[in-house]
């Protein structure tokens, strides 16, 4: 089994940041791309950045470009993400997912964290 642990969210007002963690732990052979999802109430969830396996490549929505940087540690098998000149609209349940591959020989699936919210008010 795999566990993903978020954690960094919190009340912060507008114009602050935020730093999210997220640990994936148990049977973990090697972990491909790394992503940050948010929901708010009423609304799909979203893609809000997504990093490769070396961390050399990275995606994001154009909302969060130039506030919101990812990144990722492998040896501890973390994601995070720096928000910066954070918004109201940026308030959300933020989620953490990993693709996954559990051993050698198996396939690669999707596993989710529990999400952390986030509240960006004055």
């Known amino acids: 089994q795999v566990q993903l642990v978020e954690s960094g969210g919190g009340l912060v007002q507008p114009g602050g940041s935020l730093r999210l963690s997220c640990a994936a732990s148990?049977?973990?052979?090697?972990?491909?791309?790394m992503a940050w999802y948010r929901q708010a109430p009423g609304k799909q969830r979203e893609l809000v950045a997504d990093?490769?396996?070396?961390?050399?490549?990275?995606n994001y929505a154009d909302s969060v470009k130039g506030r919101f940087t990812i990144s990722r540690d492998n040896a501890k098998n973390t994601v995070y993400l720096q928000m910066n000149s954070l918004k109201p609209e940026d308030t959300a349940v933020y989620y953490c997912k990993a693709d996954v591959r559990p051993r050698l020989w198996d396939g690669t699936y999707a596993y989710w964290g529990q999400g952390t919210q986030v509240n960006v008010s004055s």
């Open positions: 990093i490769s396996s070396s961390g050399g490549s990275t």
């Open positions: 148990g049977t973990i052979f090697n972990i491909n791309i």
